[in-house]
Antibody, heavy 123, light 108 residues
Framework: QVHLVQSGAEVKKPGSSVRVSCKAS????????IAWVRQAPGQGLEWMGG????????HYAQRFQGRLTIIADEATSTAYMELNTLRSDDTAVYYC????????????????WGPGTQVTVSS | DIQMTQSPSSLSASVGDRVTITCRAS??????LNWYRKKPGKAPELLIY???TLQSGVPPRFSGSGSGTDFTLTISSLQPEDFATYFC??????????FGPGTKVDIK
């Protein structure tokens, strides 16, 4: 069974960038899809973007366009999320999750989930 | 963009209670609707996908129903580990996804 292992907590200055990794353990990333979701303090879950191989390019939520990059390295079964121009309101726990498919293309669900990476943006 | 709402935003209940949470989409999403449970400090857990399919290993006290724009998550007999926040998620607009704002279930 695949488990997702994420990189450790980060503390960043406003305006800088952060890169969070997500490695599949006990399985591979081949033809796998990954989503990134964050939860800011006291807030709900927010889908940020993801990679689904059947589509040619990563997809990003509108509010992160131009600031977010998601890549997947199948050779190392590792996905990366890089968020640029950090602001204080980017302080959150960032989760990666596997995207699973049913019989229909839109029949998706997120499982498993990584344990989360705390990113704190503070001057 | 498809917007998701949930009601109530929070509720208080006791162990053994039957709990119902509603999720509404701003347009029809067929049955492309999932439910997750989120405990503080833990990663979200998938409970139900495609409106009513129970994820492997999830207790049968959880059930889901609905179609189109209105969906329901029911917990038939609330257990101590169910005090958490519940989120719905639409995948109709895949590969773009949206979560609902969440419903917090706490102890009465």
């Amino acid at each position: 069974q695949v488990h997702l292992v994420q990189s450790g907590a980060e503390v960043k200055k406003p305006g800088s960038s952060v890169r969070v990794s997500c490695k599949a353990s006990g399985g591979t990333f081949s033809n796998s899809s990954i989503a990134w979701v964050r939860q800011a303090p006291g807030q709900g879950l927010e889908w940020m973007g993801g990679i689904i191989p059947i589509f040619d390019t990563p997809h990003y939520a509108q509010r992160f366009q131009g600031r977010l990059t998601i890549i997947a390295d199948e050779a190392t079964s590792t996905a990366y999320m890089e968020l640029n121009t950090l602001r204080s309101d980017d302080t959150a726990v960032y989760y990666c999750a596997g995207v699973r498919f049913g019989e229909l293309l839109r029949e998706n669900w997120f499982d498993p989930w990584g344990p989360g990476t705390q990113v704190t943006v503070s001057s | 963009d498809i917007q998701m709402t949930q009601s109530p935003s929070s509720l208080s209940a006791s162990v053994g209670d039957r709990v119902t949470i509603t999720c509404r989409a701003s347009q029809s999403i067929n049955n492309f609707l999932n439910w997750y449970r989120k405990k503080p400090g833990k990663a979200p857990e998938l409970l139900i996908y495609s409106t009513s399919t129970l994820q492997s290993g999830v207790p049968p006290r959880f059930s889901g129903s609905g179609s189109g724009t209105d969906f329901t998550l029911t917990i038939s007999s609330l257990q101590p580990e169910d005090f958490a926040t519940y989120f719905c998620q639409q995948t109709f607009s895949s590969p773009l996804f949206t979560f609902g704002p969440g419903t917090k279930v706490d102890i009465k």
